[in-house]
């Protein structure tokens, strides 16, 4: 018999899992959402085999992906706790490993991150593709639990790749949350000036790609923000370092070597840019 | 008879440029460049009728656009002054205004900026549909020069646009050089890691495209950025006070209106995102 896998938080990435996982034909899919709006959507779009709107539903799985913004993550491993399969395995699919690692206790529990999303949200944004070739974070705890969770993953289409909670943290606080945080920040510049006509019709690619991820769903950036809180504050300040050289930089010869580092060391990073 | 538009320094704006006015059939379009394999290279792509290495050249020509590097601009058309016709017009490509505009004098001059680019450099990447429905800015100076420039891009594709030197350095400033700095701070920022491959590893498309334009070439940046200075640090600091604010509110309740805020004024700013 399949293993079920039942997905808390049916948005954008817990739809896309569960697409995935159907299509591979190897999981039953059991979706728990608040709305039953969220489960005829994930339904009709393939996400999901069974929806339920209880979290004491998650007794019938195998395995439990809680997909709902990190700071819910821990108040719903408290709720379903007492409901869970004697050898059910619980993980998340959250921004922030930290947080998950310290405080949960009592459950199989392995940390995952799938580097996937977009600004968009919502199981309407869901796409089975979502993962494929896309890297997820695991924070190995308990070896056959860590197998069970690789396991899915790869069904997804994803690449795992194991590190502790720390290390991502740390990593994602630069590789991610400070960008976030930039482009809200330059958004704000924009945003603040008198001139709004002229401003607008200037801006084109460099400001469009540069903002593009202010357009994410604070709901969902709030708590990821303030659960890295010191890793963002120290990538922060390793930014305003770094501008503030590049300012000195600006009226002297040495700019160009400067920004001849920056290329060569990011034209390389992505196959597509 | 046609005009015949002379472009100096065939590049990836150059290029598009010589493409489009030739596939309007309303130009013949001259290419000037350093080097011959350019001019080989333009001649295939179609992106002119005839080449020169030679600047004496511009004595055929009823619009001269310089398309080079914006601190080549100034001594090239010191160099072709006295090789010009009597009603020739001359104007340029370049990302910053003022600097023509003060220094330009002698010659029935039009300063443009056309709105379309790419951190890919050369007539190799340049394209007939560069500008198309890009906007190009237009520096009024002479009403009669100015509409022969205004037609030469609409027959481009692109939608042109009046305002002055000062407004538009000041609003690019904002919307474009700045985004290109603050792109190569972040990509610093990872330079200096000690965990390169863990770094690398939790990429997406946050740091992919906030970093994209750290991509683009020095040889074309360091010129831009130079000639803008004082509108650029002022910039630096509206992004340094805009980055302190939100980094003060991290920690606080009001975190989440301000990214809703930064979230609903980027939303429409583009019809592709």
């Known amino acids: 018999m399949k293993p079920t896998v039942a997905i808390i938080g049916i ?3 817990g739809g896309s899992l569960g697409q ?6 190897r999981y039953r899919v059991l979706g ?5 709006s969220t489960l005829r ?12 709107t209880n979290l004491t539903d998650v007794y019938q799985a195998d395995i439990i992906v809680i997909a709902t913004p990190v700071d819910s993550m821990v108040p719903i491993i408290q709720q379903i706790r007492p409901f869970l399969k004697s050898r059910a395995i619980v993980t998340d699919a959250g921004s922030v490993k930290g947080v998950l690692d310290q ?14 999303g977009s600004h968009k949200t919502g199981v309407k944004s869901a796409h089975p593709d979502l993962f494929r070739g896309a890297t997820c974070v695991l924070v190995p705890q308990d070896d056959s639990a860590l197998k069970a969770v690789r396991d899915m993953w790869k069904a997804a289409g994803a690449r795992t790749l194991e590190m502790s909670a720390r290390a991502h943290d740390e990593a994602v606080a630069l ?3 400070l960008p976030h945080l930039l482009a809200h920040a330059l958004v704000h510049v924009a945003a603040r000036r008198p001139d ?5 019709s200037l801006m084109a690619g460099s400001f469009r790609d540069v903002t593009r991820v202010a357009s994410s769903d604070p709901e ?21 370092k770094e501008l503030n050289r590049l300012n000195t930089e600006l009226a002297k010869p040495s700019l160009r070597a400067s920004l001849k580092k920056s290329q060569l060391y990011r034209q390389p990073l992505f196959n597509v840019i």
């Open 11 to 13: 948005g954008l990435i």
């Open 175 to 177: 590789t991610s949350h």
């Open 103 to 116: 405080q949960i206790r009592g459950v199989r529990f392995v940390g995952a991150h799938p580097l996937a």
């Open 32 to 36: 728990i959402a608040r709305r039953p």
């Open 196 to 200: 709004q006509k002229v401003l607008k």
């Open 220 to 240: 969902q950036w709030v708590p990821i923000f303030q659960a890295n809180l010191k890793n963002l504050r120290r990538g922060i300040r390793l930014f305003q």
């Open 41 to 52: 959507d994930a339904k009709h779009l393939g996400a999901i085999d069974a929806g339920s």
């Open 20 to 25: 995935a996982l159907r299509r591979s034909k």
